[in-house]
């Protein structure tokens, strides 16, 4: 009889902590959907689907962040280096022109070096970013990723509506940060 009661009492304890941590989540992402311009609207909200689908921790912020930057960079430096390639052409056209023009040889010799001088400006460039994580333990857990698909009143069509969102939501799940629609 008491190795029963050993083992239930854990098992209820387990049992009660999950679904727990599953209502709060609901509770919050109940309010962040019924709340507009930080008036909360009564929607009618049913959470059908709710589920912890990651995590983000330092270490997957500081991927994002630098993913992002070179994306960014590379997409400027290609910009730039089709730039410099119109002033070379351009350069060498008034080289080889009846009337050379020293004036616009400097012109487009300027572009040219201020051009270079971007490109490496950009190649040498870090994202500023991420000081805020240097120090930090790279497997520190940012943020917690739940989807979840839910049902409610549409206002503009009087029906009901389901929607599946990721709702991106402080690691204790008592902040919400932000929301990305799931295109199925």
């Given at each position: ?125 870090v994202p500023g970013e991420l000081t805020k994580y240097e120090n930090r333990d790279t497997s520190e857990i940012l943020a917690i990723v739940v989807r979840c698909t839910y049902t409610i009143d549409d206002p503009l ?28």
């Amino acid at each position: 009889m008491d190795m029963k009661r050993i083992f239930l009492l854990p098992l209820f304890a387990l049992l009660f902590s999950c679904g727990g941590t599953t209502s709060k989540y609901e509770k919050l992402i109940a309010d962040v959907v019924q709340t507009e311009r930080g008036v909360k609207i009564d929607l009618n909200f049913k959470a059908d689907k709710l589920e912890e689908i990651s995590q983000i921790s330092v270490a997957d912020s500081i991927k994002i962040i630098t993913d992002s930057f070179n994306a960014e960079r590379n997409r400027q430096t290609a910009s730039l280096e089709k730039t410099l390639s119109v002033f070379t052409k351009s350069i060498e056209k008034a080289k080889t022109a009846s009337r050379l023009s020293r004036t616009m040889i400097n012109s487009y010799q300027s572009s040219i070096d201020k051009t270079n001088e971007q490109i490496d400006a950009l190649e040498k460039s870090v994202p500023g970013e991420l000081t805020k994580y240097e120090n930090r333990d790279t497997s520190e857990i940012l943020a917690i990723v739940v989807r979840c698909t839910y049902t409610i009143d549409d206002p503009l069509t009087n029906k009901r509506a389901t929607e599946t969102f990721d709702f991106y939501l402080s690691p204790d799940g008592t902040k919400f940060y932000s929301k990305k629609r799931v295109k199925e």
